[in-house]
């Protein structure tokens, strides 16, 4: 089945760490979205890429970090910038062929928390 | 700029009755307009879109939602609540002609159905 797959579910962070949050599609999807959920914030624009090894910063990218390598992948790294890391972060994809394909698929979430 | 508005932090609603879940948007041109759904823990799934045509667009398990472009409004209804449809509910938006703008989220609208 085509999807998009997020990895760890769960994942923890110490003080001055960095981690990788992983995201894999196979949807052969144009674009990428990594969002962030804060509780009564809705989802906040992370980064964002359309096509390999380009991306762009959306609305709270400090403390962010990404790569688009490959079509199917789009790795967000928390560094030790950030300082409030602990939040849920999801990941997105969606073709860019037309408007009438144009949706987001979501993948189900990371959960970072700070120890 | 494009915003959305979700002006209902919480709605509830008796199992059986009609739902309303509200929508503002702001954009400059036509909209491209989407409802998502969040169970706790899991990532978004569509609901259904507006590009262009009918008003009354018509999803999935049965939601429904009205454009009006005098109001810039894009509400979610349903004609019969579920215990089942309590989720979190997030409206987005973005400019039809936007050359592939991000989706702008609002802060979603929790809807507690009661039996």
């Given at each position: 089945d085509g999807g998009i797959t997020q990895s760890p579910k769960y994942l923890f962070r110490k003080e001055g760490q960095n981690v990788t949050l992983s995201c894999e599609q196979n949807l052969n999807h144009d674009a990428m979205y990594w969002y962030r959920q804060d509780p009564g914030q809705g989802l906040r624009l992370i980064y964002y890429s359309q096509i390999v090894n380009d991306f762009q910063k959306g609305d709270i990218a400090?403390?962010?970090?990404?790569?688009?390598?490959?079509?199917?992948?789009?790795?967000l790294t928390v560094t030790s910038a950030q300082k409030n890391p602990t939040a849920f972060y999801l990941c997105a994809s969606t073709p860019l062929t037309g408007p009438g394909d144009y949706f987001y698929t979501f993948g189900s979430g990371t959960r970072l928390t700070v120890v | 700029a494009q915003s959305v508005a979700q002006p209902e932090d919480q709605v509830n609603v008796a199992e059986?009755?009609?739902?309303?879940?509200?929508?503002?948007?702001?954009?400059?041109?036509?909209?491209?307009?989407?409802?998502?759904?969040?169970?706790?823990?899991?990532?978004?799934?569509?609901?259904?879109?507006?590009?262009?045509?009918?008003?009354?667009?018509?999803?999935?398990?049965?939601?429904?939602?009205?454009?009006?472009?005098?109001?810039?409004?894009?509400?979610?209804?349903?004609?019969?609540?579920?215990?089942?449809?309590?989720?979190?509910?997030?409206?987005?938006?973005?400019?039809?002609?936007?050359?592939?703008?991000?989706?702008?989220f609002g802060k979603g609208t929790r809807l507690s159905v009661i039996a």
């Open positions: 400090e403390g962010y970090s990404v790569s688009r390598e490959k079509k199917e992948s789009f790795p | 059986g009755n009609p739902l309303t879940v509200k929508c503002t948007y702001s954009v400059s041109g036509n909209p491209y307009l989407f409802w998502y759904v969040q169970y706790p823990n899991r990532g978004l799934q569509f609901l259904l879109k507006y590009i262009t045509g009918d008003n009354l667009v018509k999803g999935s398990y049965g939601f429904e939602a009205e454009f009006n472009k005098s109001q810039t409004s894009f509400h979610l209804k349903k004609p019969s609540a579920l215990v089942s449809d309590s989720a979190l509910y997030f409206c987005a938006v973005r400019a039809l002609n936007s050359g592939n703008t991000p989706l702008v």
